[in-house]
């Protein structure tokens, strides 16, 4: 106890918090709850069971370390009860070398929601083809719970060897719900959407929209990286544009209090998060079903091997089982 004490001396005064930098967003009521113990109840999402209320958010596969950061992330999820969406698959439907890569469902286990991925320029392909049942065998190749659709229109225009699209993306997936039976989900890549687009999407029948919002990794910015200065100088004005994640939470909620949505999918809200304090209002202040996602944080964690990113995950955890004892959301 005595060390204790010294620290506490030694440290107070590099502790202080000026009241200008308060959370405005919670008050704090420590009176009206012990302290959490235990796992977090398991709720359905996805099609499957989640305890954390977290989401790994789409990354990376089809290289030796990308394979390795995978099946860290799958592991996790497994233990934790964290969802997953997988980077894009694409390279599957050419060659299945790469599966080990993506194939990540044993360490999951069966209850966590797991998902495939692919962009919409491969989507429309397919539709010109009538392919999509490629789609369905992909799904069950890798054990997958259904197929995230990243919808990235700047993305391609910047990149150097991008697709183009030919069709509004709304009209591919319109066809492509038609005749598919597996559950979609809809995400952005960085920069999220407006509320046109949020208000389509809460007329189709998806099982969920992640919003990739402004404020996480920026694909459109990526790209232009990748193509050097001329780029970067004329174009980078475009990577300023979107969507944060509470403009588009407070669109969603407000077009559902509206009666603008006929359907009512559930959300995956990334891109832009802070914090976890901020993933947690934001799921809390949600109409719809939802949890919040990361991605460049648990690249970080992954890449450093499996004990940082357990420890990471675990303090995740526990920051939303404190949040719930002893924070209300104003």
Known sequence: MEDRKKEHLQLAFASRIDARDADTGFDYEPLLSAHPIGELQPFAFAGKSMRLPVWVSSLTGGSERSGVINRRLAAVCGEFGMGM????????????????????????????????????????????????????????????????????????????????????????????????????????????????SLRRLLQMPIQAIEFGALGGTNFSRLEMLRDGDVLREIFDSFAHVGHSPDEMLACVNGLIVDNAATRFPELIISGGITSPLHGYRLVRTSVLPAVYGMGARFLKFADQGEAPLRDFVSALQKSWMLADAFLKVR
């Open 85 to 196: 969406g997988l980077g894009s698959c694409r390279i599957l439907l050419d060659d299945e070398r790469f599966l080990p890569d993506f194939d990540v469902r044993t360490l999951m286990g069966d209850e966590v929601p797991l998902y495939a991925n692919l962009g919409i320029c491969q989507l429309e392909k397919m539709l010109q083809s009538q392919r999509f049942s490629e789609i369905e065998q992909l799904v069950t190749l890798l054990r997958a719970d259904g197929v995230i659709i990243h919808i990235n229109p700047l993305q391609e225009a910047f990149q150097p060897e991008g697709d183009r699209l030919e069709l509004a993306p709304v009209d591919i997936l319109d066809e492509f719900l038609k005749q598919t039976t597996l559950r979609v989900i809809v995400k952005e890549v960085g920069q999220g959407m407006g509320p046109a």
